[in-house]
Each structure stands twice: as C-alpha cells, then as structure tokens.
C-alpha cells in the first residue's frame, strides 16, 4: 500500500498508488466504500488509520481501479505541512561520520549516542520540486539522501521490540544542507532549515511493504552521477534504538516525521567538495519506495 498527496484540477488530495495502472486511487472512493468520512489530508488519514485497519483498506483497493492517472498530477510532499519539525539523526553512517571529519565544527567521534536535531519543512517540498539554491545566502549546498520515519500513533517510552508497532510508513527525503551557514552558526538549525530545503516523498510506504527492521538500497545521483550508494542496514542506531531512544522523553505524535541520517558521498565529502549548482538534478532512491527528484535552481 502506497499513498501520496497530490493536485489534480488545481485541487490538492490524497490518494493511494495503483502501480499496475501508473494511476491513483482517490481516498474519497475508498473511504465511501467503508462508509468512513473522508479524511481531508494525510496527517487525518494517519490519525484515524488504525481505527480501520489496513486489511479492510487493502481489501477495498483490492476492488477499486485508478481514477486519475500520474501524468495527470502534481505529486506533492506526502506530508506538505508537519505539524512540528523533522526530527533528524546526525552522523548515523559510519562512513559518513569519516568523510565529514574536515568539516568545521564537526567532530569525528563515532558517536556513543544518537545525535538529534530539528529541521524546519514547512512546508516541505515535493517530488520534481525546485529546490532554491539562495545563492545570495548559500555558498556550499549540499544533498543528502536518507529514509524518513512517520509515526502512525502517539506514543511515549517505547521498548525497542514495539517500535513497529507505532510506526505508520516510510518515505524518502533529501535533508539539503547549507554547509556554510551550517558551520559559521555551530550548530545546523539554520542551514538544514533554509526554505525549499526538505525534498521529500514521493510516496509513503505503508510499514506492511517492507520487512522490519528496513535493509533497503539508499542511493543519491547527482547529474546521472551515482554519489551515494549503500543499505539501510548500516544505521549506527536502527530505527528501533531511536524510536525508543527519542521517546523516552519525548511524546511523539502521529505524522511525526524522523529521517535517519545519510550515508558517505555527500558534496562534503570529496577533495574538494562537490556542492551543487544551479541546474543540477539530484535523485534520491530508496529500495521499495522510489525515486524523488528535484532540480536545484
């Protein structure tokens, strides 16, 4: 089960992926079938999800065909507008942690604990989306390709073994990263939090896709360049450590969204750095969920 947010007739909406057609199946047709109240974007769909179940939602899709073709649409952000900010894992790839080592206020520990911090995505932006390089502002744009976590309930002290449980999908997001600005200002609120910077989608992968833990291909090309190529697998801190870990203390919502670090090959990273430009096209693959791809301009 995929779902995505899109427009269609100058309309936003949401719906769920038939692949087999390259076309969409409205929500509104499904939540009619179940005699639901449709919900009006993906953060209601998310809260009321497990009020029904997927097996009933899967049963109906099972009977309905494509209304809308893709060609026909916009796909937006899955999430458009978080109701708070991305949680982000830094440094979560060892090999990551090596390359960025020269980077300014960087250490180069391997980290003993999971290294947190917030993203601004409001609103986060979508697949074929232009990503503004504000190059009167940004000298050293980056990309960084990494799995996002949405939360499917609320939820506080999980126990590792229950992290699935809370978690509703996953998507793909590109944690675009202003270098500079992200070291003259110590730590990375501002240059992970320019406007346009959080890429993501551009579908969401219900959990029942894909086996857990994820061990799924992440790569990032740059130009047709392949620059990012690992597995999920490699996380320093799994997804069950950090679920666990960050509500501990943390209340966590549905639709909440957590990217899980990227692996080595980002712009930083080469000698010299190879930031983007204007004109450059960045793909971010995830195994099992697809591709997003966004111009820089």
């Known amino acids: ?7 269609y007739n100058n309309k936003e909406y949401i719906g769920f992926l038939d692949e087999e057609k390259n076309g969409i199946i409205p929500a509104s047709k499904v939540f009619t079938e179940l005699n639901i109240d449709e919900p009006k974007d993906m953060l ?11 097996d009933e939602i899967k049963k109906v899709l099972s009977s309905c065909e494509a209304e809308v073709s893709l060609n026909q649409v916009k796909i937006c952000a899955p999430i458009p507008y978080p109701r708070r900010n991305v949680f982000c894992l830094g440094k979560n790839y060892l090999d990551h942690v090596h390359e960025v080592k020269g980077l300014k ?19 986060a932006i979508g697949h074929e989306d232009y990503i503004d390089s504000h190059s009167a502002t940004v000298k050293d ?11 499917g309930k609320k ?15 996953y998507t793909i997001c590109n944690d675009i990263s202003a270098r500079d600005l992200q070291q003259e200002h110590v730590q990375w609120h501002k240059g992970k939090s320019v406007d346009t910077f959080t890429p993501m989608g551009p579908y ?13 291909e992440i790569k990032s090309y740059v130009n047709g360049e392949l620059r990012q190529n690992s597995t999920t697998d490699q996380l320093i801190f799994d997804i069950p ?20 670090g990227t692996p080595a090959g980002v712009g930083a990273g080469f000698n ?23 111009t820089v301009k």
């Open 155 to 169: 939820c506080k002290n999980v126990p590792k073994e229950e992290a699935e449980d809370v978690i509703f999908g």
């Open 105 to 123: 206020n960087v250490n180069a520990d391997v980290p003993q604990k999971p290294i947190y911090f917030s993203k601004v995505a409001y609103p």
């Open 204 to 216: 969401i992968a219900h959990k029942s896709e894909i086996a857990f833990p994820p061990c799924l």
């Open 272 to 294: 010299p750095p190879n930031y983007l430009k204007p004109g450059d096209v960045v793909k971010c693959y995830v195994e099992n969920i697809g591709i997003l791809s966004n």
């Open 1 to 7: 089960m995929y779902l995505l947010t899109y427009i």
């Open 44 to 54: 209601s769909l998310i809260d009321n999800f497990d009020n029904i179940g997927d």
């Open 241 to 260: 450590t950090i679920i666990s870990d960050l509500s501990s203390c943390i209340t966590l919502y549905p639709g909440d969204i957590i990217i899980t």
């Open 141 to 151: 744009l980056d990309y960084e390709v990494e799995l996002a976590v949405i939360i």
